[in-house]
């Protein structure tokens, strides 16, 4: 069997974070319950077929997937503690279910998509199914 390259690894590491980081993302964003079906396809994208044609089972780049899948799911963890520490609107209950302090008198959360609401969602349609 022929050795990974250096940049063969770094790219299996890379989109192991890639995918770590989107995974952590979505899952942080959905507005439905977790159903077994989502967790059936969290583990197809993750270690499904796809992965183990590009990255054969028991190799280095399989490896380097892992660590990056790693990685990435717990570094935007990470990041976002970081954030919601060093911001005076947020506190550790944002971990338990999202509060946050209301914007001040003078501030106005936009309306329209990304106008803070749960991904997809927007005051006329509600939550995106």
Request: aromatic share 14%; proline share 5%; glycine share 20%.
């Amino acid at each position: 069997m022929q050795q990974a390259t250096a940049i063969q690894m770094l790219g299996a590491g890379a989109f192991g974070f890639l995918i770590g980081w989107f995974v952590y993302y979505i899952n942080r964003h959905r507005s439905s319950p977790v159903r077994f079906a989502d967790i059936a396809g969290l583990v197809g994208a993750v270690g499904g077929g796809a992965v183990l044609a590009l990255f054969p089972a028991g190799t280095d780049l399989f490896g380097a997937y892992g660590i990056g899948l790693f990685l990435g799911f717990f570094g935007y963890l990470g990041i976002l503690a970081v954030l919601v520490i060093s911001s005076r609107n947020f506190g550790v209950d944002y971990f338990i279910d999202g509060r946050r302090k209301g914007p001040a008198p003078d501030e106005k959360v936009p309306d329209g998509p990304g106008g803070g609401g749960a991904m997809g969602e927007t005051a006329e349609s509600g939550p995106r199914r």
